[in-house]
């Protein structure tokens, strides 16, 4: 396998609507931003990657299939790709393989939602025939499963609160961030309206429209690089007799695969900086420990040293997160470039002293999609 | 083999589209009864028209206004309309080439006949009265050679509502049929797998964990523990329960695997994990093929379940 680096990142501003842009326009303004930042131009780029999260959620089947124009891809391998919410993730592994692989120089990947034009609630509600509708979007899907890992873990009710009040606030550091809350604090996280009882409303990703790129590549070009170190992505069905929904078993592998590729044995102590599928703010804890970076039961001790921080022992998020900006099908790629834009040092205010290698990490589905990537400063 | 239950599924959702500087002109133009372009790197004028060059993939913004009139390129007869087609009578769908334009627009034609059809065919526009900025601002195009109706002033067009209907049969799994034929007359059927022993409910065509089909079929008390529930305090569009409602995960005694369900009779910030709970049944007059036969679960009185009890099941 050849060496491949993230040599360029763009992402749109988030917003909760984007009304001035098409989904064309909206993919554009971060493909844009990626060349310029990688300094490449069209002829450059050899195939595209897109990653969105289901078609329900715009009403537009294959949507790549119209977006081929605008995201460059007109006579080039266009590969779409498919793992719910985890999707920017796999999209980044994916564009990944094909540098690596050899088969490809430099391939763009892009990710995107534009969840104004639905409602994704309603989409991942929908009623089948002889079933019991109690379902209630995401939060509802994930709320018991919160509140099993609070049980399991023994975990003080306001940890969760202390994870939303960080992310927004580092979100107010992030000029691209959907929700800018430089004010917030536990408290009023906890004062805040009790939405999928245990989640509240300040614990909760904002519903965006947003896009994000990065330009992979086998060589630098523009004199920066996030070399990737590791890949790894694990899939499990969404229910089955005994399945831990709290700490799943194909996060578990992802991570165990990611870090041996990568060649990290104490995640804790060689990771500078982490980028973490957070949705709703327990999910930090919860993650923290599949991910090993912290014993089964321990994940909220982490946090709640502070340790999870812009200055902590391992700043998790310090982009804002998935709780401060939620272009759904981007999140995961947002994850893996903000990660890439770590051990550049391109991330400005949201930056990580001295970080030199970073975890990018996403989820999806019923936490059954698992896509991660390592990526770090040092050519291999 | 008696054919399994079915139910329709209608699927539908009102999307809207922010239409960004390029398509927004398209449809404000349609809008004024005008048919608007853009003009390629390579010279070529694209209608409808692209928001970036299929050569160079830049941004494209040379409008260039084309005729209302145009020549058939191609088309195909649709002898019976489906829902939502531009017409409901007989008509062709057709690769319109606008006069001034080098590519195609795909619309209908209304005319008639197939053996008015024709490729090479002249067509115009046949303009909608009520313009709203759509693509069905074009009722759409007519035999003729004749100019269409002349450009009127109307506001400008930035959103367009596009409503997306689906309707599904739902067709229930033949091993899903027995589980709600069992429903109808108030028996819980589970299966076992025969490889891992794990019980089932609802039955699976087969076991996840095994791959093999779980043939054992077993019935089960409406008794059971919750392992764990969410209290949904938020509406929702599409929502069937008003909020607040407890969700819970119920683990039937001798299952492997919780299901959620409604529980009620207990004030929400009363629900504990390991609760036990039992199911209160509709009148069986109601009864049909569907676990709403259980109108929702109630706690049974009995001493919670120790947590060891159903932690695996989390």
């Known amino acids: ?380 | 083999m008696t054919k399994p239950l079915s139910a329709p599924l209608d699927v539908g959702f009102d999307y809207t589209r922010s239409l960004g500087p390029t398509l927004g002109r398209f449809l404000t133009d349609l809008r004024r009864r005008k048919v608007t372009g853009i003009r390629g790197s390579d010279g070529r004028v694209h209608v409808p028209p692209l928001e970036y060059d299929p050569v160079t993939a830049e941004r494209l913004s040379e409008f260039v206004e084309v005729a209302s009139t145009g020549v058939v390129r191609g088309w195909s007869w649709i002898p019976e309309p489906l829902e939502g087609q531009p017409l409901d009578r007989p008509f062709a769908w057709a690769l319109i080439q606008l006069d001034g334009a080098d590519t195609t627009l795909l619309h209908a034609v209304d005319a008639g006949s197939p053996d008015r059809m024709a490729t090479g065919a002249r067509v115009r526009v046949r303009w909608r009265a009520e313009r709203v900025g759509a693509i069905t601002d074009i009722e759409c195009f007519e035999l003729s050679d004749e100019p269409a109706d002349d450009p009127v002033d109307a506001d400008e067009v930035t959103m367009v509502t596009t409503p997306v209907h689906l309707h599904y049969t739902h067709s229930a799994s033949p091993t899903e049929d027995p589980f709600l034929r069992g429903l109808m007359e108030g028996r819980l059927i589970a299966q076992r797998c025969p490889a891992c022993s794990k019980v089932y409910f609802p039955p699976r065509p087969a076991c996840p964990t095994d791959g093999v089909p779980t043939t054992d079929q077993i019935e089960l008390s409406d008794r059971g523990t919750v392992t764990t529930f969410c209290v949904v305090n938020v509406p929702f569009l599409g929502q069937r329960i008003p909020p607040p409602y407890v969700s819970a995960y119920v683990l039937l005694d001798g299952a492997d695997i919780p299901f959620l369900h409604l529980l009620l009779g207990v004030a929400p910030e009363d629900v504990r994990m390991g609760m036990r709970v039992e199911a209160v049944w509709k009148p069986r007059q109601e009864w049909g093929p569907t676990m709403q036969n259980i109108d929702h679960f109630r706690p049974s009185g009995e001493p919670d379940a120790p947590f060891d009890s159903y932690s695996q099941h989390l």
């Open chain 1, 1 to 380: 396998m050849r060496p491949a680096a993230v040599v360029g990142t763009g992402q749109t501003h988030h917003a909760a609507k984007r009304l001035d842009v098409s989904m064309a326009g909206l993919c554009r303004e971060a493909i844009d931003r990626a060349m310029a930042d990688a300094g490449v131009d069209w002829q450059d780029i050899d195939a595209v990657v897109l990653g969105k999260a289901p078609d329900l959620f715009e009403g537009v089947m294959m949507p790549e299939l119209f977006l081929a124009d605008a995201l460059g891809a007109v006579g080039k391998p266009l590969l779409r790709v498919h793992t719910a919410g985890s999707v920017g993730g796999s999209t980044g592994n994916v564009a990944a393989s094909l540098v690596q692989s050899g088969v490809h120089n430099r391939v763009l990947a892009v990710a995107f939602e534009k969840q104004s034009e639905s409602n994704a609630m309603w989409a991942l509600s929908v009623p089948t025939p002889f079933t019991m509708p109690v379902h209630a979007g995401a939060g509802g899907y994930f709320a018991p499963h919160v509140r099993a890992y609070i049980r399991r873990a023994g975990a003080p009710e306001h940890v969760g609160a202390m994870v939303a009040a960080k992310d927004r606030r580092n979100g107010a550091l992030n000029p691209y961030a959907h929700l800018k809350q430089p004010d917030i604090t536990v408290e009023s996280v906890r004062a805040s309206t009790m939405l999928w009882d245990p989640i509240r409303y300040d614990e909760t990703c904002p519903s965006s429209d947003g896009a994000c790129a990065v330009v992979i590549s086998s060589e630098p070009t523009s004199g920066r690089a996030a070399w990737i170190r590791a890949t790894a992505m694990r899939t499990e069905p969404t229910t089955f007799a005994g399945r831990d929904q709290v700490n799943p078993q194909a996060g578990r592998d992802a991570a165990r695969a990611l870090w041996k590729q990568a060649g990290i044995t104490d995640p804790l102590s060689e990771v500078d900086a982490a980028e973490i599928y957070v949705p709703f703010s327990w999910f930090e804890p919860m993650w923290l420990e599949n991910l090993g970076f912290t014993d089964i039961g321990q994940g909220w001790k982490l946090t709640e040293a502070g340790e999870t921080e812009i200055g902590g022992r391992l700043p998790v998020n310090p982009s804002g997160g998935v709780l401060s900006s939620n272009p759904i099908g981007a999140s995961g790629l947002l994850r893996f470039a903000e990660a890439a834009m770590q051990v550049m040092g391109t991330a400005g205010d949201h930056q990580v002293d001295g970080a030199r290698v970073a975890l990018g990490h996403a989820y999806g589905g019923g936490s059954q999609f698992f896509a991660m990537w390592v990526v770090g400063s040092e050519t291999p």
